[in-house]
Nanobody
Framework: QVQLVESGGGEVQPGGSLRLSCVAS????????MGWYRQAAGKERELVTT???????NYADSVKGRFTISRDKAKNTVTLQMNSLRPEGTAVYYC???????????????WGQGTQVTVSS
């Protein structure tokens, strides 16, 4: 099973930057795709960005050119650099990881507890 712990949320003014980090720990055969999702108050959780085990990335249109995901496979970490933040970016940001278990190599997914990002003047 994989445990994910996020850090780096907080409050920032519009146009500012924040960096989120997520560390995966536990027992697993492999980590596959990792990524970030967000959920604003009263809205459904939505994809922000993902990176697969080969380093290929995917971004929501709303964050392209402003957010950058990076991954350190040796440290089982994924980082989200968020620049030019907008008020609509206010949400709880969740780290996600797809992985294969040690037993039977079964594919599963894990979520972090979430970290609050508030963009406000």
């Amino acid at each position: 099973q994989v445990q994910l712990v996020e850090s780096g949320g907080g409050e920032v003014q519009p146009g500012g930057s924040l960096r989120l980090s997520c560390v995966a720990s536990g027992s697993f055969f492999s980590l596959d795709a990792m990524g970030w999702y967000r959920q604003a108050a009263g809205k459904e959780r939505e994809l922000v960005t993902t990176v697969n085990s080969g380093g290929n990335t995917n971004y929501a249109d709303s964050v392209k050119g402003r957010f950058t995901i990076s991954r350190d496979k040796a440290k089982n970490t994924v980082t989200l650099q968020m620049n030019s933040l907008r008020p609509e970016g206010t949400a709880v940001y969740y780290c996600n990881a797809d992985y294969r278990s040690l037993l039977y190599r079964r594919q599963s997914t894990s979520w972090g507890q979430g970290t609050q990002v508030t963009v406000s003047s």
